[in-house]
């Protein structure tokens, strides 16, 4: 079971106020959201199942499938804050799910917020510069192009409603408690990563840091507003699985050429070996104020201690 944050970091609202929130699509980081929520929040989550593993008072699961509208009716006028956590669809360009998401919060009160978690995959390929906000976003895969479509359905709802839409755009997100998302799995598999010719710029955010920004954003993050949710740490992608390795006293993983990588790895793995990019963090930290709990790779690599 993950362990509770600390006290100091539960407090994500204005003193006195009280919240209804909805979330859409509550897995690892929307319970660690729901971890930083004062009890008096009230909270309804999406779920296409029963869910026995969100346990809190005042949390209601509300049944529906974003790929199936007519069973989405129940959302509109529930909620004055949303958090859209849902990817979208496997397939296609457009997201079908986010589109059918508005389509029921337009139908009642809307909300007075909504914040949609997409990617830093929209940027595609930068060779390695340093991007912030305002870079327009370069789509290399269907994946991202899907991100890109939910983003741009999302403000163009936002402006036309008048509601505040901000969008957090996330990197790699790891935590020693997240399933699969430790580079130690990887590891242990001896899964290789590329030379240093070939290598990548990666970026990262742990777990953690991911759902405070998203607590953040519910209360301070500004309408039609975009937000690099992502460490301070620039290394390559092989430098990072180097310096988990020796965290975790792991052996290092072997380096090959991309050509080599090209005949033994698979295609999920080789896209995130196609894009360099670093991103800057500076509009988290001075619009949203978020102090990161780990600033960097070095820090939240670590196992938990005790």
């Known amino acids: 079971m993950r362990p509770k944050p600390p006290n100091s970091h539960r407090r994500c609202e204005p003193s006195g106020a009280q919240a209804e929130l909805l979330i859409v699509g509550c897995g ?18 999406l779920s296409r199942s029963a869910r026995t593993d969100l346990q809190r008072e005042g949390l209601v699961v509300c049944r529906g499938d974003l790929d199936q ?67 327009a976003p370069a789509p290399t895969t269907a994946r991202a192009l899907r991100r890109v479509d939910a983003e741009q359905q999302v403000r163009e709802w936002g402006r036309r409603h008048g509601v505040c839409v901000s969008v957090l755009r996330l990197p790699g997100i790891y935590a020693w408690d997240r399933e699969g998302g430790h580079p130690r799995e990887r590891l242990l598999r001896g899964t290789p990563v590329l030379c240093e010719a070939d290598d990548v710029y990666t970026n ?12 953040r954003a519910l209360w301070h993050g500004a309408p039609q ?21 020796d965290l975790c006293q792991l052996p290092r993983p072997p380096r090959i050429s991309r050509s080599q990588a090209q005949e033994t ?14 991103l800057s963090n500076t ?7 978020l102090r990161l709990r780990y600033p960097t790779v070095a820090q939240g690599l670590l196992p938990p201690q005790g």
């Open 283 to 289: 509009r988290l930290k001075e619009e949203l104020r």
């Open 204 to 215: 990262h955010i742990h777990a953690d840091d991911a759902a405070r920004a998203c607590a």
């Open 28 to 45: 690892d980081v929307g319970q660690r959201v729901l971890d930083l929520l004062p009890a008096r929040w009230r909270v309804r989550v």
């Open 265 to 278: 790895l698979g295609a999920m793995q080789l896209s995130f070996m196609s894009e360099s990019r670093c």
């Open 225 to 245: 507003r975009a937000y690099n949710v992502c460490d301070d740490t620039r290394l390559k992608m092989g430098d990072y699985f180097d310096l988990a390795a």
């Open 69 to 135: 509208p007519e069973s989405l009716k129940r959302l509109a006028g529930l909620a004055r804050r949303v958090l859209h956590l849902a990817p979208p669809p496997s397939q296609g360009q457009h997201d079908t799910r986010t589109r059918a998401l508005l389509q029921t919060l337009s139908r009642a009160q809307r909300p007075v917020q909504l914040v949609y978690v997409s990617t830093t995959g929209v940027y595609g390929h930068a060779h390695g510069a340093l991007l912030d906000e305002t870079a």
